[in-house]
T-cell receptor, first 113, second 112 residues
Framework: DAGVIQSPRHEVTEMGQEVTLRCKPI?????LFWYRQTMMRGLELLIY????????DSGMPEDRFSAKMPNASFSTLKIQPSEPRDSAVYFC???????????FGQGTRLTVV | GENVEQHPSTLSVQEGDSAVIKCTYS??????FPWYKQELGKGPQLIID?????GEKKDQRIAVTLNKTAKHFSLHITETQPEDSAVYFC???????????FGTGTRLTVIP
């Protein structure tokens, strides 16, 4: 298995622009997580899905952030409009529902200038 | 909610020495404590975990200990090697991967 696949690996955008991050979970995994990693706050869970349904989005910082999972093999995290403080590494992870191990992608490093 | 604190934030050791990273948690209902290793440019990867019904677990050069009463757990790496250099995260959970609360990470550097 190729593991969790995220794209792009790096994104540089100007403040105010829309940013879309993409994730393909491991086949057969039905839980998907979006995390944000910063130096100050470490790894923060933004939202997670079970069977394509958002279960807990309490970690989403603002209405500027939205996430979708239209099918079992694809999810997006969108930031509109982006701000410099959104600069971070965003990770997608997946697991089998009920399992304890989360498998992480390689992350997307977002820089908003 | 759960609050996981981790220290130190950075740790440098000589190759062959031991490294210890410590974490505390706040929610006594947490019962699963994994450790993830993040290498440069990669996502975190599970290296070892421990459940609340066990006090210690060992896997080759790494071991974890858990003190439920004090609500703290530790990662021990013996005979460190340069390839152990990475950022290590502890986490606490009440069950599955959907309930993981991570510490802020420890950057370990093993000096050859």
């Amino acid at each position: 298995d190729a593991g969790v696949i995220q794209s792009p690996r790096h994104e540089v955008t100007e403040m105010g622009q829309e940013v879309t991050l993409r994730c393909k979970p491991i086949s057969g995994h039905n839980s998907l997580f979006w995390y944000r990693q910063t130096m100050m706050r470490g790894l923060e869970l933004l939202i997670y899905f079970n069977n394509n349904v958002p279960i807990d989005d309490s970690g989403m910082p603002e209405d500027r952030f939205s996430a979708k999972m239209p099918n079992a093999s694809f999810s997006t995290l969108k930031i509109q409009p982006s701000e410099p403080r959104d600069s971070a590494v965003y990770f997608c992870a997946s697991s089998r529902q009920g399992d304890t191990e989360a498998f992480f992608g390689q992350g997307t490093r977002l820089t908003v200038v | 909610g759960e609050n996981v604190e981790q220290h130190p934030s950075t740790l440098s050791v000589q190759e062959g020495d031991s490294a210890v990273i410590k974490c505390t948690y706040s929610d006594s209902a947490s019962n699963y404590f994994p450790w993830y290793k993040q290498e440069l440019g990669k996502g975190p990867q599970l290296i070892i975990d421990i459940r609340s019904n066990v006090g210690e677990k060992k896997d080759q050069r790494i071991a974890v200990t858990l003190n439920k009463t004090a609500k703290h757990f530790s990662l021990h790496i013996t005979e460190t090697q340069p390839e152990d250099s990475a950022v290590y995260f502890c986490a606490a959970s009440k069950g599955g991967a959907n309930n993981l609360f991570f510490g802020t990470g420890t950057r370990l550097t093993v000096i050859p």
